[in-house]
């Protein structure tokens, strides 16, 4: 009498991978997902920071009495806003981004834009000149019918799209 074989067959063992291979395919994915959409959460939460930051400012200025003086704000870095500047902050800079760290933020020092470079850039469309990156600037907002200016606020220099 022959003893049965037991175990795997290489053909069993080939499906069994297959498919293991495809749920780990699959989880990957969802995983690049997830990451890309923390890191764009991070970014509008830091954002959110410094534009409390700046209503700070405001204040402060208004409770101590002094003018507030919207041109200097409007040239300002917003990350001296913050209490804590984020460990992904890489600095001022002179240039376009060129060279720097993904996922970092940076601050033009010559078109007075604070710019954050995503590192997970599949679901972002890239702007108008093809770069992937957000930026920032300060806009100061007037009365109606005047000239005189009333506050200001960090706003997206061009529309992006992520996600």
Do not use: C
């Not at 003086?69 to 500047?85: F, G, R, S, V």
């Not at 679901?123 to 200001?152: C, I, K, M, N, W």
């Amino acid at each position: 009498m022959k003893g049965r074989q037991t175990g795997f067959t290489l053909f069993e063992f080939l499906v069994a991978a297959s498919i293991l291979a495809i749920f780990a395919g699959l989880l990957l994915n969802r995983l690049h997902y997830y990451q890309e959409a923390a890191e764009k959460t991070a970014m509008e939460v830091t954002y959110q920071s410094m534009q409390s930051g700046l209503r700070y400012e405001i204040a402060r200025a208004l409770m101590a009495g002094r003018e507030i003086d919207y041109q200097h704000l409007a040239h300002e870095n917003p990350m001296n806003w913050l209490e804590q500047k984020p460990p992904n902050y890489l600095g001022e800079f002179r240039r376009n981004g060129e060279g720097l760290a993904r996922g970092a933020w940076y601050f033009d020092t010559v078109k007075r834009e604070l710019v954050y470079l995503p590192a997970l850039d599949g679901h972002f469309v890239p702007d108008s000149e093809g770069q992937s990156r957000v930026r920032y600037h300060v806009e100061l907002l007037a009365r109606q019918g005047g000239s005189d200016f009333v506050t200001a606020r960090l706003k997206v220099v061009e529309a992006y799209t992520w996600f």
